[in-house]
Every structure is written in C-alpha cells, then in structure tokens.
C-alpha cells in the first residue's frame, strides 16, 4: 500500500471514531469512604517513623512548647527560622519561645543580589525551621505543605532540622482523600510539597545520604487537642 493510500485510510477510519464531548465534567476521584482523624495517628506516626522522622503527640499549648525546647536544648541552639505568627497553627507561640530565650530569625529576601546573598549566608548559620503542615498522609507518612504569604520555603528547606507543627484533624488517610477535601490545593498556592521524612540520596553504589538537598532531621508535632 502506497503511503498516500494508508495515510487516506487512516483518515477514513478516525472520521468514524466517536469522540467524546470534551464538555462534559465528571469527578476526578469517585466517592471515598468516610474516617476519623483520630483513627489515623498510629498509622501517620508508623510510617512517619519509618520514613526516620521523630514524632511527638501533644495534648496541650504547652506540650508543644516543651517537645520544641527538647529539640533546640539537643541541638544546643537557639536561633530558629519560622511561618509568621498568624500563619501557625498554635496560637502565641513565638512569644512563648521567645520567653524561653528562643530568638526568631526573619527570613525575608531582599531583590537586591548583595543584601539577598549576604541575609542567606546568615540565614545557612540557622539550625531549625519551625512551620506548620497543611495535612498528613496516613498511609506514606507524609506531610502535605503550601507556600504563600507568611509561609515562607526557606523555615522547611534550609535548616538542617524541620519541625512541622500538624493538627491531628487534618490527616487524611491517602492523598486521594486530601485532594477530595482541598481540590483547589495546588491553584491556591505559589508552591505545594510533600515531604515524606528527611533529604536523601543514594549515589551509584545505592549509598543512602540523608540531609544532602534539604533537612537531614524532621521532627513532627502532632496536636492532638483542638
């Protein structure tokens, strides 16, 4: 068959193909069962843990306070990048840091290339980040965060330790149900990650390096009393 031919025959056959109307709107996920967030946190904190995340489940303020101090005390530091106030889930928490001599550090970048190299040269000297978490991943052990006003990338990337603050009402037990619940999640945000326990690599030989692109420890905060 000549190439003329074939490519007239394809013609033909597609011409009698229906296609569908690409109007039409249907559900990108079907219906998923129902579930308590409470039945999650065992499953969350398994598979965070074996993602080498500690995790820590506070019934009050002032245990979340005291799970921090643990962390900056092992640390030995006091220094520490974080979201804006408003945009952490435990109210008055800088203040309470800041009583226990705990110093915020400001992570706004200047457009200026000196001023924006010179504020991230001292900002790499900063051992934690400190933010919160939009959800959790049951079943990956992974959390779910978004960038915008506020809520700066720099408290989860650039500290070697991250400590994200996670209310136990927002796990869900697979992506599937986050989305469900939040599906302008990604249109809403200049930036949507999930990260599921510390930076890591492995070169040729399959060696594991944590820390290489980002945390080397992530501890998470669980709040387990709102």
């Not at 001599?101 to 010179?118: M, T």
């Not at 400590?163 to 809403?188: C, D, K, S």
């Amino acid at each position: 068959m000549k190439r003329t031919d074939f490519l007239a025959e394809i013609r033909r056959q597609t011409a009698r193909i229906p296609l569908p109307d690409a109007r039409a709107r249907r559900p990108l996920l079907p219906p998923l069962p129902p579930f308590e967030a409470a039945d999650l946190v065992a499953a969350f904190s398994q598979e965070a843990t074996a993602l080498k995340c500690q995790v820590y489940l506070a019934d009050s303020p002032s245990a979340v306070i005291e799970y921090a101090g643990q962390i900056f005390e092992a640390r030995q530091t006091t220094d520490f990048l974080s979201w804006e106030q408003a945009a952490m889930p435990v109210a008055g928490l800088h203040a309470q840091l800041a009583q226990r001599g705990y110093r915020w550090q400001r992570s706004d970048i200047s457009n200026h290339p000196q001023a924006r190299r010179d504020t991230l040269l001292r900002l790499s000297e900063v051992k934690i980040g400190l933010t919160g978490a939009q959800a959790g991943l049951a079943d990956t052990g992974s959390l779910v965060l978004q960038s915008g006003h506020g809520q700066g990338r720099l408290a989860s990337l650039l500290p070697p330790v991250h400590i994200a603050l996670l209310n136990t009402r927002n796990l869900f037990p697979t992506m599937a149900h986050f989305i469900q619940a939040h599906p302008g999640a990604a249109r809403e945000t200049s930036n949507l990650v999930l990260i599921s326990g510390p930076s890591r690599t492995a070169d040729i030989e399959q060696t594991l390096t944590l820390g290489v692109h980002g945390p080397k420890a992530v501890h998470i905060i669980l709040l387990d009393y709102v």
